[in-house]
């Protein structure tokens, strides 16, 4: 079983800068990571994507340019920093896991969320 923790949430002002991180407890080399968020009233979306193998990546359009997904697999960790934020990208950030050597978009481990709010 892999648990996750993200941090790194907190307050910023709009075009302000943000690192979340995400630990995990196991090694996550070979699974797909991604973050996801959720806003108050609204679905859970998904924001980004690794693939398992580390050679592709994808962003929602709402933060493509903006966002970047990256892991350091020697410390278990994967990382979304968020550049040019605005009050829209005000939500609980989720961190995901898929099952190790698979393509599947299916994620089976979440973490338990970290609140990100940017203010006018």
């Known amino acids: 079983q892999v648990q996750l923790v993200e941090s790194g949430g907190g307050l910023v002002q709009a075009g302000g800068s943000l690192r979340l991180s995400c630990a995990a407890s196991?090694?996550?080399?070979?699974?797909?990571m991604g973050w996801f968020r959720q806003a108050p009233g609204k679905e859970r979306e998904a924001v980004a994507s690794?693939?398992?193998?580390?050679?592709?990546?994808d962003y929602a359009n709402s933060v493509k340019g903006r966002f970047t997904i990256s892991r350091d697999n020697a410390k278990n960790t994967v990382y979304l920093h968020m550049n040019n934020l605005t009050p829209e990208d005000t939500a609980v950030y989720y961190c995901?896991?898929?099952?190790?050597?698979?393509?599947?978009?299916?994620?089976?481990?979440w973490g338990q969320g970290t609140q990100v709010t940017v203010s006018s």
């Open positions: 690794l693939h398992w193998t580390g050679t592709s990546a």
């Open positions: 196991a090694r996550i080399s070979n699974n797909g």
């Open positions: 995901a896991a898929t099952e190790s050597f698979t393509t599947a978009t299916n994620y089976k481990y």
